[in-house]
Nanobody, 129 residues
Framework: QLQLVESGGGLVQPGGSLRLSCAAS????????IGWHRQAPGKEREGISC?????????NYADSVKGRFTISRDNAKNTVYLQMNNLKPEDTGVYYC?????????????????????WGQGTQVTVSS
């Protein structure tokens, strides 16, 4: 059964860090572009980062997280991570990972949600003092 499972969310103070994990079963994440998306209360879902498949390309970050978040893969564990540092209250939301067979004309990878085929159930991140 094909499944993406996010973990690592929680409550953290401003300035703190969290590492989210996206573990897959039923598909080899290395064959897919993996994106992290988030949905804040009352707002639309937004793409915040992606890492390309083994076919090549480069990572991508939304301006709102650039310099604070880092996406990475562990192919042996079939897992993708999102390291989040210097968290801010506006980072609060439900974080989803998604997988898609996405080909872009040139780097970097795309964070556009409708291009992704498979989604996890989400993990809540709350940044508050």
């Amino acid at each position: 059964q094909l499944q993406l499972v996010e973990s690592g969310g929680g409550l953290v103070q401003p300035g703190g860090s969290l590492r989210l994990s996206c573990a897959a079963s039923g598909l080899n994440l290395n064959d897919y572009t993996i994106g992290w998306h988030r949905q804040a209360p009352g707002k639309e879902r937004e793409g915040i980062s992606c890492v390309p498949s083994s076919s090549g390309g480069s990572t991508n970050y939304a301006d709102s997280v650039k310099g604070r978040f880092t996406i990475s893969r562990d192919n042996a564990k079939n897992t993708v991570y999102l390291q989040m540092n210097n968290l801010k209250p506006e980072d609060t939301g439900v974080y989803y990972c998604a997988a898609g067979r996405i080909v872009t004309a040139q780097p970097p990878c795309s964070m556009v949600a409708f291009l992704y085929d498979y989604w996890g159930q989400g993990t809540q991140v709350t940044v508050s003092s």
